[in-house]
C-alpha cells in the first residue's frame, strides 16, 4: 500500500483535486457539508498531510521515532539512552514520544511520526492499546518497526524482551523459599501481554510446589495512583491477607508497601513483597525493595540494532530476542522464620 494522496481522496469522492486541498486547509470559501465529506474520506483512508512539516524544515531523512508509555519510568529513560548509543553512531537522531499510556495518543503519535517522514519507529505500547492498527500503517508504508519490552502478536516485526513468564516463575519460587505460602500477583493492566505472562509464571510456581491458586489473590491494576493503592488494599485488607506478593513493577510495589504500612501489617516480617524493573528507588525506599533487573540500556541498543538491519535488509524475516534478567534480593523479602 502506498501512501494515500489528495487524488486517491479526490477520485473517491469524484470532486477536484483543488477542492480537497482546500477543504483540508480549512478554506472558508469551501462548504461545510464538502469539508465534512472530505475529512472524514481522509480519516478513512488513512491520509496524513506533510504540508506543515515540509514548509517547517522539518521533514528528516535520518529521524528515528521512539514511543515510550512514560518517560518518567527508569526502565524507559534506561532504554532511550541505549537507543541513542546505537543510532548516533549511525549519524541518525531519535525523536521521542510519550503516550502516556493512551491508546489514542499512540495513534496520533504515530500520524505525527509518518507524516514527519522518520525512517523508523521503536515503541513500547500503551497499557490501554488493544488494536493495532496504526502500526500496520507504518507496515504498509515499509517503515521499519520495533517492538521492546511491551509487545504484541498481532504484528509481525522485530521485537526485544526478557522471558516475563520465567522470570516471574523465579520470583515466586523465593518468596516459597523463604516461606510464603499464600501467594498473590498484583498485576498491571489486565489487556498487557506481558501482564498476562508475568501472572501465569506466578501460577506455574504455585502449581509445581503444590500450592493451591486463590481466585481472589489475583489482582490487576491500573498505573494511576489511585488504582494501585486499591487494588492493594483489595489484597491486605482480606481477612486471610497473602504473606507474599509478586507485583507487576516497582511503582505498585511502592504502593502496595503504602498500603501494608497503613493496614499495620509489618514488610517483611508478616508480608513479603518482590517489585519488577529494579529503579533505583527501590534501594532507598525502608525496607529496601526486592526486584526484578531488566538489562534496559542493552534493551535500547539491542532495539535499535535491529532496527538498523530492517532499513538495510527488506525481507520479512523477523527477529525475538529475549534478553537475561534476575532477581535483585533487599530488605522486603529478607524474612527470618523461627
Not at 515510550?68 to 519510568?73: H, I, T
Not at 553512531?89 to 509518518?114: D, P, V, W
Not at 511502592?254 to 517489585?275: D, Q
Request: proline share 3%; glycine share 6%.
Amino acid at each position: 500500500m502506498t501512501k494515500v494522496t489528495l487524488k486517491d481522496i479526490a477520485d473517491k469522492l469524484n470532486i477536484s483535486i483543488s477542492t480537497v486541498s482546500r477543504a483540508l486547509d480549512d478554506n472558508p470559501n469551501i462548504s461545510v457539508r464538502t469539508h465534512e465529506k472530505v475529512w472524514n474520506a481522509a480519516r478513512a483512508m488513512g491520509y496524513v498531510s506533510d504540508t506543515h512539516f515540509a514548509k517547517d524544515g522539518l521533514k528528516q531523512s535520518n529521524l528515528i521515532g521512539v514511543i515510550v508509555p512514560k518517560l518518567s519510568y527508569h526502565l524507559y529513560a534506561m532504554v532511550i539512552s541505549g537507543i541513542e548509543n546505537i543510532l548516533e553512531q549511525r549519524g541518525m537522531h531519535i525523536l521521542i514520544c510519550q503516550s502516556n499510556e493512551s491508546f489514542e495518543r499512540e495513534k496520533t503519535l504515530i500520524e505525527e511520526l509518518i507524516a514527519v517522514g522518520v525512517n523508523g519507529v521503536i515503541v513500547s505500547i500503551a497499557s490501554e492499546t488493544k488494536e493495532f492498527g496504526h502500526f500496520e500503517k507504518l507496515k504498509s508504508r515499509n517503515i521499519p518497526l520495533v517492538f521492546f519490552n511491551r509487545e504484541c502478536n498481532a504484528i509481525r516485526t522485530d521485537k526485544v524482551v526478557i522471558d516475563n513468564r520465567k522470570v516471574a516463575h523465579e520470583a515466586v519460587n523465593h518468596l516459597i523459599a523463604i516461606g510464603c505460602r499464600n501467594i498473590a500477583y498484583l498485576g498491571g493492566p489486565e489487556s498487557l501481554q506481558i501482564n498476562l505472562e508475568r501472572a501465569q509464571g506466578y501460577k506455574d510456581a504455585l502449581e509445581e510446589n503444590s500450592i493451591s491458586i486463590k481466585e481472589e489473590n489475583v489482582v490487576f491494576s491500573k498505573f494511576d495512583k489511585e488504582s494501585m493503592l486499591s487494588a492493594a488494599r483489595k489484597l491486605l485488607y482480606a481477612p486471610n491477607y497473602p504473606d507474599g506478593i509478586l507485583t507487576f513493577s516497582d511503582q505498585i510495589a511502592i504502593n502496595l508497601m503504602v498500603a501494608a504500612k497503613e493496614r499495620g501489617i509489618a514488610i517483611p516480617e508478616k508480608l513479603s513483597v518482590i517489585g519488577f524493573n529494579n529503579e533505583p528507588v527501590g534501594e532507598l525506599i525502608e525496607p529496601s525493595l526486592t526486584s526484578i533487573d531488566q538489562p534496559a540500556y542493552q534493551m535500547g541498543q539491542e532495539a535499535a540494532e535491529l532496527l538498523l538491519k530492517q532499513m538495510e535488509n527488506e525481507n520479512e524475516s523477523f527477529e525475538k530476542r529475549i534478553l537475561k534478567s534476575f532477581l535483585v534480593v533487599r530488605k522486603s523479602t529478607n524474612r527470618n522464620r523461627t
